[in-house]
């Protein structure tokens, strides 16, 4: 089971009823957040998640919307008396915007380990249990798509490990993914586990133009969390302008990439009223929802829900 | 007439309800904001002051709860279509501190004026009708304490104007403030004015030891901001160990400095019942008054209120 929950849906700039968009995915305790404006530990904190497990925070652009509250959550963080090493990914320059940050929060105590992203690759980067990928989008400045994914082994298959002659006493150690050398004799999980099962996998765009490729990108998300600065398609245009996208661009992606369901996110300030554009969201991709601050949902494995 | 609004209440960390310590003064449509942590710029959105008249920053020290708010609020001025200079104000080394975090936020449409305070003098700034005093504080750091005046000129004695022998045409005009000048003759303002009258004054503490020379900085102050990072004095000796003030060492520098007014603020986020001591706190300086977030007052001249 993945916990997934929207920690905000502005865009460009913090309201008081309406935080910075980012998204906190959570897995067995351990967790994963994507971008970090002005303001995301003040909803962290309402959501009463912690802060010491946050192991891996995932940065799509170096615009202020998305990364000026680095500083205060890596504080929080560090006051939560976190020691182990915390990863940050993003595009590049990683390493130079978050230290110049920190120019006021020298006393962190923990190692920050940067992974600073050239150009997308299709091996996916592991961490705390997350196979973490990521996609260029198209903005203004190097911009960043990401897919959560979270891998499942396949059943225990008690004929395949008899077959494979396995000792007994060794089933529960290779269905739980430990290799076992006994001289010259290695035995791999494969070895007792049916074939991979499906997995869990949440996919988040922001700011970007809208990309065909996105589609395959996205496709057979769980959950798809996409940018939808407007809901008015008049403003299509100056949204192209910006490199943002519009509630019908995030549809046509989601509909195109056969995701389960999407959240809007990213409204502008000017979208007080995002239920206004709701209906014709959904006419284009029916399990359209809109985000809202603090939106949460639990991802089950197929099985588990059955 | 001079309005102060505390914008926060919270120290070391914003929290939902209690965002971070700040203090914006406003005089005649223009403003000056004391101290911008994280979320400072929601605050304010709430109290609807606007940006676009922010002239003047004063930053008491460079822990994260006092700056990390500058480059969001600084973005929010430039999308306010400011393109007058303003001014920050604070501790040496504030130009690169300000410039470090302004990495992400390169597209600032004004300049801005920094002025390093390397040790406080008596003399004043004075920008925008405000003058502003600096004094040295003892923190962890550098950390500044500051005093805001608002001065006022005399009455316009009509005796006196006509004793100086002033044309009746040009009698506005130096009560205004102008200096008219005639062939061989200057006639300066204090010619039609009788002696300066009282004008307004607020004083911010915080984050400081207990210092005696702080009742003299704030001496006559209409309205003394100060930190009250603890309510209980058994935690008096922690307090001190970090270099901050409990409840009642402000009330002590209200008394000694003869203040009119104190606000307490800069709480603890362990102290989540401030009215606890607040009877305590008044024992000692009857016109204690607790701050609370956008906790707003209109200070006026001496005649004004009668």
């Known amino acids: ?53 946050i192991d891996i925070i995932c940065i799509t652009h170096f615009h ?5 509250g680095l500083p205060g959550l890596l504080l929080m963080i560090s006051n939560s008396n976190r020691t182990d090493d915390l990863t940050i990914i993003g595009p590049i320059g990683l390493r130079k915007v978050v230290e110049s ?16 992203i050239k150009e997308s690759v299709e091996k996916p980067i592991k961490i705390s249990g997350f196979s973490i990928y990521t996609t260029d989008l198209e903005h203004k400045l190097q911009c960043l798509g990401y897919s959560i994914e979270v ?10 490990a008899i ?43 922001t700011d970007t ?6 589609k395959e990108f996205a496709r057979g998300s769980d959950l798809l969390v996409s940018e939808g600065l407007y809901g008015d398609e008049s403003k299509k245009e100056k949204a192209v302008e910006y490199k943002h996208m519009t509630f019908l661009d995030s549809c046509k992606i989601a509909k195109g990439g056969d995701v389960k369901e999407l959240w809007l996110t990213h409204y502008s300030p000017s979208l007080t009223n995002p239920e206004e554009y709701l209906e014709m969201a959904q006419e284009e991709f029916k399990n359209t929802n809109l985000g809202y601050d603090r939106k949460e949902k639990s991802l089950l494995f197929e099985e588990e829900g059955e």
């Open 1 to 53: 089971m993945l916990d997934v929950a929207l920690l905000g849906t502005s865009g460009m700039m913090p309201l008081p009823d309406r935080y910075l968009t980012a998204l906190i995915c959570r897995l067995k305790g351990k967790m994963l957040l994507i971008d970090c404006g002005e303001s995301t530990q003040v909803t962290l904190k309402i959501l009463k998640y912690g802060f010491k497990n």
């Open 151 to 160: 891998e499942r082994k396949g059943k225990f298959d008690k004929a395949k």
């Open 209 to 214: 133009l809208y990309l065909e490729k996105l």
């Open 163 to 205: 077959k494979n002659d396995i000792p007994k006493k060794y089933w529960g150690n290779l269905q739980n993914g430990e290799e076992i050398v006994l001289e010259d004799i290695t035995y791999k999980s494969d070895m007792v586990l049916g074939k991979k099962r499906k997995g869990i996998k949440v996919t988040y765009f």
């Open 101 to 116: 940050l920190l120019i006021v929060a020298p006393e962190i105590n923990f190692k920050i380990n940067y992974i600073e």
């Open 64 to 68: 202020g919307d998305h990364v000026l």
